[in-house]
């Protein structure tokens, strides 16, 4: 299975401004002290060899999507971010190649920044497209055709020409779709709460977890958490706030950390966290902060235990499991 | 994880020593519970040393939270001590913006 990420930004679409992509030229530059170049490819080696990732790219700004590549048949994508539109380019030049335009889509919960992606998915657009949309929320197809009513949006979403097919599943009740095996959990997310999905394939597992708070008062239900990340190859967990900010000022806003994150893939046995959903208010310089504290708290809790692999996401990332 | 608690007239001190990780949080949070109803009863600081923990996971931390919160206020709970480890997680997870950390026991309370 090969995962990439089209949008990895929680609860809104965010760019950097000017003065923040010339603060990364200048640091560059200093680093560089001067010396030249060959080339462009000299030039960019040296960008991504000896300066930090937050100096020599950005983690990207679209919201939540991110793509399983495991069956031939069919695309697999989680969550229909902002991320979704690019990804809805890239599938069509695949479909041009002679892809199948099957899309199933597992949605985390239907708030606006894991839906809004949706009207400009242009595989909706598309004679012959089929969507199937899995979720564990009934009203899922309700909260996609609103987003699509006049006084949100121009085109109406009975005019879009993909068949598009909802799907509702009951958590603990596994189910197969796209050459996959697929398990849900349901998520503490303020009031509606949220869907996590573990994807399976031959001996690999994949966990998608976001929008999951995981407080102070319910620890003991974190076992369920661990049972689902039990052995996973590769978690995807949203690590928007610190846990000091998540129990205390963001407390009920539906959000994990990235210490909590850790220790549940420690006690699940899991080999790689990939933290997820960054916080909007975040530069680049904020969320590598982040990443290196996280490296070094699962260093510091690690124990007897075998190391942890963290990464932080980042548009365009790709992860082979 | 060892647990020792002391009144000295000044303050209630806890000492949890060796690990608080999902093993024994419930044992942590049931005790430091425990301690800061003494500590509310006694109208005195409860200060946590921390300099016998190896280190504390974020069940630990959580329960950090769960004691301030059965304390209503009532009193403070310091953290003291702690060694580097702990430092630094404290500082990860901004815990060291919600409660007090200081060097030394005695500098709480008397």
């Known amino acids: 299975m090969r995962v990439r990420f089209w949008g990895t930004r929680g609860s809104l679409p965010v760019a950097p401004h000017a003065d923040a992509v010339l603060a990364k030229v200048a640091r560059a530059l200093m680093i560089a002290r001067g010396r030249s170049f060959a080339d462009q490819d000299e030039a960019t080696a040296f960008a991504r060899e000896e300066t930090e990732f937050a100096t020599h790219a950005t983690y990207g700004g679209a919201t939540a999507c991110m793509e399983i590549e495991a069956d031939e048949e069919a695309f697999v994508v989680c969550d229909m971010g902002s991320g979704m539109r690019e990804f809805g380019v890239n599938a069509l030049r695949r479909c041009a190649e002679g892809h199948p335009r099957l899309y199933h889509v597992f949605l985390s919960h239907p708030n606006f920044d894991h839906v809004m992606g949706f009207p400009f998915f242009r595989p909706a657009y598309e004679t012959g497209a089929r969507i199937v949309i899995h979720s564990g929320h009934p009203d899922a197809e309700a909260a996609l055709r609103r987003q699509q009513e006049a006084i949100c949006f121009p085109v109406p979403f009975e005019t879009l020409r993909a068949k598009i097919e909802f799907v509702t599943h009951p958590p603990d009740q596994p189910f197969e779709a796209a050459g996959l095996t697929v398990s849900l959990i349901r998520q503490a997310h303020a009031t509606r709460g949220s869907y996590g999905y573990r994807f399976e394939r031959d001996g690999k597992a994949v966990v998608y977890s976001t929008d999951a708070e995981h407080g102070a008062e319910d620890m003991d239900a974190e076992g369920a958490f661990e049972t689902f990340f039990a052995g996973a190859d590769l978690v995807i967990c949203d690590t928007m706030y610190s846990l000091g900010d998540a129990v205390s000022l963001k407390q009920d806003t539906g959000h994990a950390s990235n210490v909590v994150a850790v220790d549940l893939c420690h006690a699940a046995g899991a080999k790689r966290l990939a933290l997820f959903h960054h916080e909007p208010n975040g530069s680049d310089e904020d969320i590598q902060r982040m990443f290196y504290e996280t490296l070094r708290y699962e260093e510091l809790v690690r124990g007897e235990r075998p190391k942890l692999e963290v990464l932080c996401a980042y548009d365009g990332l790709e992860v082979e499991v | ?110």
């Open chain 2, 1 to 110: 994880m060892d647990w020792r608690l002391s009144n000295d007239g000044a303050r209630l001190v806890a000492q949890p020593a060796g690990r608080v990780d999902e093993e024994s949080w419930k044992d942590f949070s049931a005790r430091l519970t425990a301690a800061v109803h003494e500590a509310v009863e006694a109208k005195l600081p409860l200060v946590i040393d921390l300099s016998g923990l190896e280190y504390m996971t974020s069940k630990g931390l959580r329960v950090l939270t769960m004691a301030k919160s059965e304390a209503k206020g009532a009193i403070v709970i310091h953290l003291a001590a702690p060694n580097a480890a702990m430092k630094r997680i404290l500082a990860i997870s901004r815990y060291n913006m919600l409660f007090p950390v200081v060097d030394r026991v005695d500098q709480v309370g008397g």
